[in-house]
């Protein structure tokens, strides 16, 4: 018997480093200050967000006055979808993006579109890749924006987004993309890879909740969207987030290749042992071009919510869908929308790693998860029938 959770959700959310905790730490009780007062105490909190601000920056290969800090992936991708498109009106009103997106970038251009914008959500491939030419032939006159989705939060699937920057410079259209699930795990280097506006976070790699950063290239034609007392250079007004940001820098500084390969090799031990399963397929893309964190997987003739139960029973977190949407019973539009049936869609679980996941995590959670798909497809009329197949054909 376990006693200690096996934490399996890291594409949720993850636990903050120990390290970025003690490094917040002062800045709630020590130098508390307002960095936008101009006595000691606001001089040394504003220090601390210049500093964060140069850390996020270079990570991503951009300037400092090109980051604005905001509270999240959420806020970020509204703010770049709404204030691109509000301020670029005099040029045009369409807008395209994908039909894989994070549903606070798929709400936000429903929303855009109530306002008289139009918005085409293009297709992805059963991999979950958007095509360059498809994107290319979408481009019209009137098209402002272009936002893609780095890391899939579901698939894992890592889009081309240098291919798809390209395309975008070409045609003079703006390319947004929401790189809350990639940050740190692969390269972001918004030069090369010809990026307008990018969407970061903290909480998935280890730092705080509610703060992030939206990169804006200079140049962008951009306005605020929050008003207020002119922070962040006026672009982005509210009481800058002092210990949440030198969280979220110090975990940036915390990141590396290291640790980006443990995780790979333990996602793809892991992966390897649930192919094992009978009627099991992968969802999502192979290899470098997934996620190092991501396995999602789909479960022939059982319900992923299921095993995800009978998973908890065993102190195994997991997730079906989207993490912010676990909650809705519809099967998830990302799986639909690479092509997978609703009955596999939702025979889908989805496992996420965090540099914090231990082989012994992976070997447990690969003993108890065919144990749980036995069981399920012992009660489940298709799975008995898949069972006796499986037992056949070995
Ligand atoms: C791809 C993606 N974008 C945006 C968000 C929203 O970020 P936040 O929780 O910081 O608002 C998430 C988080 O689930 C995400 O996975």
Redesign the pocket.
């Known amino acids: 018997m376990r006693f200690k959770e096996v934490y399996l959700d890291n594409?949720?959310?993850t636990m903050a480093d120990p390290k970025v905790v003690e490094a917040m730490q002062p800045y709630f009780t020590k130098y508390y200050g307002n960095p936008s007062s101009i006595h000691s105490f606001g001089t040394k909190a504003r220090e601390a967000v210049e500093e964060a601000r140069i850390v996020i920056a270079k990570s991503i290969n951009a300037s400092p006055d090109e980051i604005i800090f905001t509270?999240?992936?959420?806020?970020?991708?509204n703010f770049a979808l709404c204030s691109i498109a509000f301020s670029n009106k005099g040029k045009g009103s369409h807008i395209i993006t994908t039909k894989v997106?994070?549903k606070?970038?798929l709400k936000t251009c429903k929303w855009l579109e109530e306002q008289g914008f139009k918005v085409t959500y293009l297709d992805v491939n059963p991999e979950g890749f958007v095509n360059p030419d498809a994107l290319e032939k979408a481009i019209t006159k009137d098209t402002i924006l272009f936002s893609a989705?780095h890391?899939?939060?579901e698939i894992g699937t890592i889009m081309d987004i240098e291919a798809l920057g390209k395309i975008c410079r070409k045609h003079n259209v703006y390319f947004h993309t929401?790189?809350?699930?990639s940050y740190t795990k692969t390269e972001i280097d918004v030069k090369k890879q010809n990026i307008d506006l990018v969407?970061l976070?903290?909480?998935?790699i280890h730092g705080p909740?509610?703060v992030?950063a939206l990169f804006v290239r200079k140049g962008v034609k951009i306005k605020p969207w929050q008003r207020g007392g002119g922070q962040e250079r006026n672009m982005r007004s509210g009481t800058e987030n002092v210990p949440g940001i030198v969280g979220f820098a110090e975990t940036v500084k915390l990141a590396s290749r290291k640790r980006v390969e443990h995780m790979l090799r333990l996602r793809d031990k892991l992966i390897k042992g649930i192919l094992e399963i009978p009627g099991t397929k992968l969802n999502g893309a192979k290899g470098d071009k997934r996620l190092c964190n991501n396995v999602n997987v789909c479960f022939k003739g059982i319900e992923g919510e299921a095993i995800g139960a009978l998973l908890d029973q065993k102190l195994i977190c997991s997730s079906t869908g989207?993490?912010?949407s676990a909650k809705e019973l519809e099967p998830s539009y990302v799986l639909l929308a690479i092509g997978i049936s609703h009955e596999d869609a939702n025979g889908s679980l989805r496992l996420t790693l965090s540099r914090f996941t231990t082989e012994e995590e992976i070997d447990y959670t690969l003993k108890v998860l065919p144990e749980v798909v036995e069981k399920l497809r012992k009660i489940s009329p298709f799975g008995k029938a898949l069972d006796f197949i499986a037992k056949k054909i070995s």
């Open positions: 594409g949720a959310t509270s999240g992936g959420t806020e970020s991708n997106e994070h606070c970038i989705i890391g899939n939060n929401d790189a809350c699930q969407s976070n903290a909480h998935k909740k509610g992030g989207s993490a912010c």
